[in-house]
């Protein structure tokens, strides 16, 4: 009698990593701008309150839908490579998987945020940024962005120029905004326009103002120092950030859809142009100082300048906001000088972290050793 046997082969699980490939760094690219833009709609929408009645709304189905595109190619991608034989945690290229862990933590966040506005209300004004929910949603998006630099961050191949590191800027740029979207009260044209005129409490505003523009300046300086650690930055690299984070905190603080003309022109001249300034200083110091992850004196340097630039610019452009509405900042130069000198103050620490001195090898001998 014949016997019947299994011929059914079980591929053995692979324990490497898929390959990184140009089409899918593209591709994570764009569904980045695409998550962060829905973000952008829904947060202007609330600061035009549109969407202060109900969780509902065709701006919240924008943004949830980002989203979603996201999480349907990350998920997508993964069973398909864990059919090829790769293993769960290995079954995306280096990095990614974290972005996964936060396509999930996005959508824990969405659940909790919809049971969150059904018992306790939607949210106004600055609540609405710093509810337990909306908060877990931000977590999600950083980790999402977060997996997509570091799956350029473990790279071995070089990467250098435009060519290479286009789409590295873009996502960091993308990382920059979701944290100054969370801060955007106390961004300079949302938190400064009340250090010209007739001050109302002068040192309540200034306290607060202050706050603002050291806690800006080190999250733009901080990123580009966070980038310099890794990268050689490309020529126009800063500049391109800062104008697109500009961009969207404009759009999203300032544009009125009766007056698009009037707050184009206001959005460009003080929102990108000052962010626009510094960068440029940025990069002109990184070109000519030739500067790459191995000169952390020249790193420090820039970080430094950087932060300096960033606090006064802005404030060059809160000066020229009050000149054209014949108010006039009332600061004196103890405080309009000492808030850039405040934000250079930032940019040596945050320099010194990223790129810290080099600890004498006997300092890190075992004590145990150096006694005997």
Not at 102 to 116: K, P, S
Not at 136 to 165: F, N, T
Not at 325 to 330: I, S, V
Request: glycine share 10%; net charge negative; proline share 4%.
């Amino acid at each position: 009698m014949a016997t019947l046997t299994n011929t059914t082969t079980v591929k053995p699980a692979r324990t490497d990593y898929p390959p990184h490939t140009a089409f899918l760094d593209a591709l994570m690219s764009v569904l980045c701008i695409i998550l962060v833009s829905g973000l952008f709609i829904d947060g202007w929408a609330h600061n035009h309150g549109i969407v202060d009645e109900s969780f509902f709304t065709v701006y919240h189905a924008v943004m949830y839908a980002s989203y979603a595109l996201f999480g349907f190619v990350l998920i997508g991608l993964h069973y398909m490579n864990v059919n090829k034989g790769y293993t769960f945690w290995r079954a995306l290229p280096q990095g990614y998987i974290i972005s996964l862990i936060g396509v999930f933590i996005f959508g824990a966040g969405g659940f909790a945020d919809m049971l969150w506005h059904i018992a306790f209300g939607i949210e106004e004004g600055i609540e609405a940024l710093y509810s337990p929910s909306h908060l877990v949603l931000g977590v999600g998006y950083s980790v999402v962005i977060a997996g997509i630099i570091q799956s350029a961050w473990v790279r071995r191949e070089p990467a250098s120029g435009w060519g290479q590191l286009w789409w590295v800027v873009l996502t960091n740029a993308c990382l920059l905004t979701i944290f100054t979207f969370f801060a955007q009260f106390m961004t300079f044209m949302g938190a400064t326009d009340g250090i010209y005129g007739i001050p109302r409490d002068r040192d309540l505003w200034t306290t607060a103002i202050i706050g603002g523009y050291v806690l800006t300046a080190s999250l733009q300086t901080g990123i580009v120092l966070f980038m310099m650690r890794r990268w050689v930055l490309p020529r126009g690299a800063v500049s391109a950030m800062f104008a697109f984070n500009g961009l969207l905190m404009g759009l999203m603080l300032i544009l009125e859809m009766d007056n698009i003309g009037e707050s184009a022109l206001f959005i460009s001249l003080f929102m990108i142009a000052p962010l626009l300034l510094a960068g440029i200083v940025a990069d002109v110091l990184i070109w000519r100082l030739k500067a790459t992850p191995h000169t952390p004196n020249t790193n420090r340097l820039i970080g430094t300048v950087t932060a300096f630039m960033i606090g006064a610019s802005n404030l060059l452009a809160i000066y020229i906001l009050g000149t054209l509405q014949d108010e006039f900042l009332w600061w004196e130069i103890h405080t309009w000088l000492g808030v850039p000198s405040l934000c250079a103050i930032a940019g040596i620490f945050l320099s010194m972290l990223v790129f810290p001195p080099q600890v004498p090898e006997t300092a890190l001998a075992d004590p145990a050793e150096q006694s005997a």
